[in-house]
């Protein structure tokens, strides 16, 4: 279950979100709440909530300066302000900051649960992404340990074909943001470009540029969850053509870069 606080100075604003939002229909517990910001930074500390839920003014310290406190100790914190009316400008900063919502006062629970809503959707796909990430870094730390591995066997005079495959993917996954060729990774192994691409798919069930594709096309769905700009996802994942990345995804995935990252 995901942990919300709630900071405002109004005692009755606190109340009522304390007792008309359905936090356990929501899969989400209130573990705090305070009205000042001395006060809600000392809970959020204490408590390390996913969401906060909190008012633009507040004595002690801002609501500005509290969630720009809050995204430098934890900066997957999930922030979502109050405002008053005529405070676009705070609002504006707000958003600089990165908050991912911001209700206009009075505030009603059916606003306040649908942002409480879009925060677990925004937490669940940070969460989803650190795993592909941890899964990907755990697949290349084994590809790197027997890289090595078949770097001793080769010294001593072995070459298995295993060995051969393992490495060109270690290599492929260390060097995907380049212009990546078969020739290329095939001098890297030590074989013939022709001879590499049979034993790849041999050994692995696809060819060597049907891999080198799922590799980053898999990197930039991550890399797109986490908000990237298409263009910066093109040049990370090795194309440094736009249109030829955004033609490769559609093919691979039947939607664009742009419509993807925006459906999540």
């Known amino acids: ?28 517990e209130l573990v705090g709440t305070a009205g000042d910001g001395v006060a809600a930074l000392e809970i959020f500390r204490q408590e390390k909530p996913d969401i906060v839920l909190t008012d633009i003014r507040m004595p002690g310290m801002d609501g500005l300066q509290l969630i720009q406190e809050i995204m430098r100790e934890a900066e997957d914190t999930c922030c979502i ?8 400008e705070y609002v504006k900063q707000a958003i600089q900051l990165g908050v991912i919502d911001y209700l206009e006062k009075p505030i009603t629970d059916e606003s306040v ?4 809503r879009k925060a677990a959707g925004r937490i669940l796909s940070q969460r ?31 070459q298995p ?12 996954v260390q060097h995907v943001n380049r212009d990546l060729s078969l020739q290329e990774v095939a001098e890297h192994v030590g074989m013939n470009a022709a001879y590499l691409s049979v034993l790849f798919k041999e050994e692995t069930g696809e060819t060597y540029i049907k891999f080198l594709t799922r590799y980053r096309m898999e990197l930039a ?11 910066e996802v093109s040049e990370r994942i090795g194309y440094h053509t736009y249109r030829h990345f955004s033609e490769v995804f559609k093919k691979s995935t039947g939607t664009t870069p742009g419509q993807f990252r925006d459906d999540i």
């Open 81 to 88: 302000v109050f405002s008053g009316f005529n405070e676009f």
């Open 161 to 172: 074909k295993s060995s051969a495959v393992e490495r060109a993917r270690a290599y492929i």
């Open 221 to 231: 769905k991550m890399l797109l969850r986490k908000g990237l700009k298409v263009n």
């Open 113 to 116: 649960e649908r942002s409480l």
């Open 1 to 28: 279950m995901l942990k919300a606080v709630v900071f405002d100075d109004e005692y009755i604003v606190i109340e009522a979100l304390r007792t008309l939002i359905d936090w356990t229909g929501l899969e989400v």
């Open 128 to 158: 989803e992404t650190k795993e592909i990430r941890r899964k990907w870094e755990d697949s290349q730390r084994e590809l790197m340990e027997k890289a090595l591995l078949d770097g001793q066997a080769l010294d001593e005079g072995q």
